[in-house]
């Protein structure tokens, strides 16, 4: 880059931000998530209207696409480093038969239901799966909000969401990477496919064991060192490496790394202090250009082109029905009443972050078109923005409680 190329890229760099944080605050002042409101500031700013990378300021610079590109590849290496550490393993022992049967149902279905509707649509076998999980990928921040505003987050139905959340995220992201492992080129043969399970399973057994061995005193001596910000440092290189040796030496995907070294920090005494600190390098800037990239990398107009327009609608449905019937079976089964259980199901039916993450890692390894990745973004947008008033429809003033 010649300066004129890097004065460009700081500049483009300024607005992006300041228009994801725009976005994000008109977002929560309107009582949704921050994510919708840098989505849609992505495909605001994005080939679906404004086009900013076409600008005369900007369009003479073609790598600065490939370097957003690639910070938002680590913006996405950070939060899942940060969705690892917020997750406690013995949250999955407390959360309950409810909480796992909703979390496993409600990733079965969705796979299963957009196997069936998307075959018929002219997906492949794998690209109809892909999809599927892809849906499976649940994101209950905007849930967990609205049950705190009815007063309910802490009843069975609240406990179980929150439980069955941590459920669908480990084992999604699982999942995902033994899928795109297989499809990945390495074969998808008895033998082949027992070799990608064996070096998954090396991957996690060596590193976790280490992790868990290691990491605390290299953490605790590293602590002691005259080093500015060590074990924040430390906290960088693990993840990294983490994510690099996923996909180099386990055939894992990288965001299962970053989740794996977030998850092992977690685990230690400076679990809070790596929290604060990763928390505010990532949604300061890094977070936000992931999800602002990923309104530069959709054109809504070529997603509805065509026979788009079917493609999103039968999208947004299965999303909805899966889950509601999926994680509300889950929660039937667990022993709710139908009532509570159509309430988890409905509070798991907003998709997010890792739905948004593993459609990026699709549209890298062409298992999906520009206009199935285009119609993930606006399913989540769909799914976020009527999550919310579902919820409140099915928890009538004064009758928050839990149904016996």
Do not use: C
Request: charged share 10%; aromatic share 8%; net charge neutral.
């Amino acid at each position: 880059m010649d300066l004129h190329q890097t004065l460009a890229f700081a500049l483009s760099l300024a607005f992006v931000i300041a228009a994801a944080k725009l976005g994000g605050y008109v977002s929560v002042r309107l009582r949704q998530p921050a994510v919708l409101g840098e989505l849609l500031v992505g495909l605001l700013l994005g080939p679906s209207l404004l086009d900013m990378l076409s600008w005369p300021v900007f369009a003479e610079h073609h790598e600065l696409a490939l370097v957003l590109e690639h910070l938002a590849f680590l913006g996405v290496i950070f939060l899942m480093f940060v969705a690892g550490l917020e997750v406690e393993l013995g949250a999955l022992l407390r959360a309950g038969k409810p909480a796992i049967w909703a979390g496993v149902l409600g990733v079965i279905t969705p796979v299963l239901l957009a196997w069936l509707a998307f075959k018929p649509l002219g997906q492949s076998t794998e690209g109809a799966l892909f999809i599927g999980l892809v849906m499976a990928a649940t994101s209950v921040s905007i849930s967990a909000q609205t049950l705190m505003e009815l007063g309910v987050l802490r009843t069975p139905v609240g406990l179980a969401l929150l439980g069955a959340a941590v459920v669908d995220d480990v084992l999604v992201i699982l999942l995902l990477s033994f899928f795109l492992a297989v499809v990945g080129g390495e074969g998808s043969g008895p033998i082949a496919m027992l070799w990608i399970l064996v070096r998954m399973i090396a991957y996690f057994a060596v590193f976790y064991t280490a992790g868990r061995l290691v990491l605390p005193r290299v953490a605790r001596w590293v602590e002691r060192q005259p080093i500015s910000e060590g074990v924040l440092s430390l906290a960088v290189v693990m993840m990294l490496f983490f994510a690099w040796a996923a996909e180099a030496l386990g055939g894992v995907a990288a965001i299962t790394g970053a989740f794996l070294a977030g998850l092992l920090f977690g685990a230690t005494p400076w679990r809070n202090k790596v929290m604060h600190g990763v928390h505010t390098i990532a949604y300061a800037w890094l977070v936000p250009l992931f999800f602002v990239n990923i309104g530069f990398q959709t054109d809504v107009r070529a997603a509805l082109h065509g026979g788009g327009g079917l493609i999103v609608v039968v999208m947004v449905i299965v999303a909805i029905v899966s889950k509601v019937l999926g994680s509300g079976l889950g929660g039937r089964l667990g022993g709710f009443s139908w009532l509570d259980a159509l309430r988890l199901g409905t509070g798991m039916t907003s998709r997010g972050e890792v739905g948004l993450i593993a459609a990026s890692l699709g549209m890298q390894l062409n298992l999906v078109t520009e206009q199935i990745f285009a119609g993930v973004v606006l399913m989540v947008l769909v799914t976020t923005l009527v999550t919310p008033p579902a919820l409140r429809a099915l928890y009538p003033a004064g009758k928050g409680k839990t149904t016996p």
